[in-house]
T-cell receptor
Framework: SAVISQKPSRDICQRGTSLTIQCQVD?????MFWYRQQPGQSLTLIAT?????????ESGFVIDKFPISRPNLTFSTLTVSNMSPEDSSIYLC??????????????FGPGTRLTVL | GQNIDQPTEMTATEGAIVQINCTYQ??????LFWYQQHAGEAPTFLSY????GLEEKGRFSSFLSRSKGYSYLLLKELQMKDSASYLC??????????FGAGTTVTVRA
């Protein structure tokens, strides 16, 4: 199995500012994703973080608002830009494809709880 | 797209068995996942089914029928700590997970 860590675990931010969330996996993985979970709701996929190329965004999410980096097989960042209170949510990193071959598990990081005032 | 349906809430008694059903519709299928999520915490991976049949892991078992687009999670010998939200998620050929709304299970003494 893989262990995923995220930083920060939580933050309170002012409207109009940006926050970058880091995700670190303890093993090399093929696929990394970013999800959002708003209060009382299930998880929604924001984007697939592609190593060495631009992330692939889901409908309703755009690169200018949620820029993503993935410089290698164990690390990714998600930035929430020009924040508004509607961005208050839990942001979760997910990974699968351990060692490039194991896709029968998909793990989540502990999440980053973001509150925008 | 992937439409995932599961019941909103279930209640059971400590020591009993509960079965959480999930139906899905998918344009490309690459596995069915179940996760447990306690309030304020991240989802914890429970099970993965890609072939038809039952997978057993201790007190938890998961079943899949691909032809029916149907899965269930079976929780046996319920304990108070099993009170949580249980999320059904189907995965497409692009490895993206689509989640149901979750089933809140309440275990009563």
């Amino acid at each position: 199995s893989a262990v995923i860590s995220q930083k920060p675990s939580r933050d309170i931010c002012q409207r109009g500012t940006s926050l970058t969330i880091q995700c670190q996996v303890d093993s090399q993985v093929t696929m990394m994703f970013w999800y959002r979970q708003q209060p009382g709701q299930s998880l929604t996929l924001i984007a697939t973080a592609n190593q060495g190329s631009e992330a692939t965004y889901e409908s309703g999410f755009v690169i200018d608002k949620f820029p993503i980096s993935r410089p290698n097989l164990t690390f990714s960042t998600l930035t929430v830009s020009n924040m508004s209170p509607e961005d208050s949510s839990i942001y979760l990193c997910s990974a699968t494809g351990l060692a490039g071959a194991q896709y029968n598990e998909q793990f989540f990081g502990p999440g980053t709880r973001l509150t925008v005032l | 797209g992937q439409n995932i349906d599961q019941p909103t809430e279930m209640t059971a008694t400590e020591g009993a068995i509960v079965q959480i059903n999930c139906t899905y519709q998918t344009s490309g299928f690459n596995g069915l996942f179940w996760y447990q999520q306690h309030a304020g915490e991240a989802p914890t991976f429970l099970s993965y089914n890609v072939l038809d049949g039952l997978e057993e892991k201790g007190r938890f078992s998961s079943f899949l029928s691909r032809s029916k687009g149907y899965s269930y999670l079976l929780l046996k010998e319920l304990q108070m700590k099993d009170s949580a939200s249980y999320l059904c998620a189907s995965r497409g050929n692009d490895y993206k997970l689509s989640f149901g709304a979750g089933t809140t299970v309440t275990v009563r003494a």
